[in-house]
């Protein structure tokens, strides 16, 4: 079991930065790819960002690329999500994700354990 505790979420203005933290609990933190999904009222969990085991790969949902950037710390079982730029359609509940495997994937049924998630609010 890999337990997940999201923290960083608030209400910022459009065009400011907020940074998301993923605490991770249990398992071998280094053995897990890692994964950022949003959910916005009234629709589906999207895809944000992943991060492969060791760090040295990650991808990006097209909507944050280049405004957004995942990162991971496996010595404080960490992982973040840096959030620059933010527009009002970035407003959903983050959530972070954890995948048994060192692959990164960008669709939510291959994770395995999720956190609660935190909210982010960017208004106009």
């Known amino acids: 079991q890999v337990q997940l505790v999201e923290s960083g979420g608030g209400l910022v203005q459009a065009g400011g930065s907020l940074r998301l933290s993923c605490a991770a609990s249990g398992r071998t933190f280094s053995n897990y790819a890692m994964g950022w999904f949003r959910q916005a009222p009234g629709k589906e969990r999207a895809f944000v960002a992943t991060?492969?085991?060791?760090?040295?790969?990650?991808y990006y949902a097209d909507s944050v690329k280049g405004r957004f950037t995942i990162s991971r710390d496996n010595a404080k079982n960490t992982v973040y999500l840096q959030m620059n730029s933010l527009k009002p359609e970035d407003t959903a509940a983050y959530y972070c994700?954890?995948?048994?495997?060192?692959?990164?994937?960008?669709?939510?049924?291959?994770?395995?354990?999720w956190g609660q998630g935190t909210q982010v609010t960017v208004s106009s």
């Open positions: 991060i492969s085991w060791s760090g040295r790969s990650t």
């Open positions: 994700a954890a995948a048994g495997t060192r692959n990164y994937y960008t669709v939510d049924y291959k994770y395995d354990y």
